[in-house]
C-alpha cells in the first residue's frame, strides 16, 4: 500500500520549530535560511489543512494540534533513531559533567539501572564544579549545585538542598546525644566549600557556635561522610546522600536535626542537545531515581 506521507523535510522543519520555540533557532540548527524553515512548516500545514504554529507578537506556540503532531512526531523519531542504532551497532554517548560528591556517592551505584534500561547508550562520567563550560567538556548535560538559580543553557530544578546532622553510630554510643549543647564533646567537621555552614546551623537552631569545637576541614561531601564513617567527627550533610547509610544504620542522625541550606542541585542541557534521545531518556530516569523537590 502506497503511504502518504507528508513532505519529509517540512516535518523536520516543524520538528525543530516546535522543539525549539523558534524559528530562528530551527534555521540555525538546520543550517538553513529562516525563510526556508518558515516555508517548510507552511507546506506541512497545507499538506494536513490545519494550523500548527500560531504565530504572537512575542513568539510563537503550538496549537493543540500542533501539539498533539509533536508528540507523535517525537515518537517516531525516537523509534527510527533506535532502530538505525540498533542495525548500525553504533551505540549513543553520552558524557555526564557531574559533581564529585554526586557522582561518587550517589550516581554511580545507580548507573547500572540506567543501563539496564537502556543497553545502546555508553555512559561517560566527567566530575567538575561551578559554571559549566559545555564548549570545554564536550558534555551532553551537567549537574551543578548552585545557591540561585542559574541563567543560560536549559537548567531544570532536580531537588532542593537539606542538610542533615549525621554521626558515627560508634562515635556517639559511649557519649549520648540528648541536647544541642551535647554537640560540644564532639568534633564538628567543615567544608571548605561552604564555610558558613555551621554557622547558619547553629544560627538556626538559636545557639552559639563559638560554643563549638571545628576540627577537619575537606573540600567535597564524599570526603566529610568518609570522614563521619571514620569516627573523626560529626557533620552536615545532603539527605539524598546519607539516605541509605541512614537506613541501613552505616550512620545515625543524632536529635534528627536539618537545615535548608538554599542551595538547589540543578540538571544543565546546552540547546542543542535538549531533544537527544539519549539525553531525554537519562533525565527522565534521573528525575525518577531523585526525590520530588518541593
Known sequence: MRRHLPPLNAIKAFEAVARQQSFTAAAAELCVSQSAVS???ARLEAHLQLQLVERHAKGISLSKE????????????DAIDQASARLSNVPHQLRIDTLPSLSSIWLIPRLSDFQQ????IEVELVTGDGPVDFAASEADLAIRCFADAPTGNHSQLLIQER????ASPSLVESRPVNHLSDLRQFTLLRQTTRPDLWQQFFRHWHDDEQAYTYGFASQHFFMTLQSVKEGIGIALLPDFLVAEQLESGQLCAPLNLSLDSGYGYYLQIPAHKRQQLQVRQFTHWLQTQLPASE
Open 163 to 166: 542538610l542533615h546532622l549525621v
Open 117 to 120: 534500561r537502556h543497553p545502546g
Open 66 to 77: 500542533g501539539e498533539a503532531y509533536l508528540q507523535v512526531l517525537t515518537d517516531a523519531l
Open 39 to 41: 516555508k517548510q512548516v
